[in-house]
Nanobody, 129 residues
Framework: QVQLVQSGGGSVQAGGSLRLSCSAS????????VGWFRQAPGKEREGVAA?????????FYADGVKGRFAISQDNAKNTFYLQMNSLKPEDTAMYYC?????????????????????WGQGTQVTVSS
């Protein structure tokens, strides 16, 4: 049974940093994709960053977080991270990690929520101005 358990998050002032963690159990595929998504109240869930685990890991980012967020993986721990720097109030949302198996035809698809089967429980990130 696949289980994604998230940790991290919290409240921070604008310009600050947070790191989210996503620990995967029962999910040991070599060709896996893991994404971070967020959903603010009244808005649709959107992709923030994703990583395809083959080789050193290929990463994908939404335009609004490029240069500020970094996704990474620790294969030994089967854990994935989202380092968030230079946070802005508009980054405030519930953040979710998600995972699935195999590559996708388009790099943009890695940031589509519908391309992921397994989801973490979510963690709140609040950025105050």
């Amino acid at each position: 049974q696949v289980q994604l358990v998230q940790s991290g998050g919290g409240s921070v002032q604008a310009g600050g940093s947070l790191r989210l963690s996503c620990s995967a159990s029962g999910f040991t595929y070599s060709q896996k994709r893991v994404g971070w998504f967020r959903q603010a109240p009244g808005k649709e869930r959107e992709g923030v960053a994703a990583i395809y685990s083959v080789g050193g890991g290929t990463t994908f980012y939404a335009d609004g977080v490029k240069g500020r967020f970094a996704i990474s993986q620790d294969n030994a721990k089967n854990t994935f991270y989202l380092q968030m720097n230079s946070l802005k109030p508009e980054d405030t949302a519930m953040y979710y990690c998600a995972a699935d198996v195999g590559p996708l035809d388009s790099e943009y698809a890695f940031l589509f929520p519908e391309e992921y089967t397994y989801w973490g429980q979510g963690t709140q990130v609040t950025v105050s101005s």
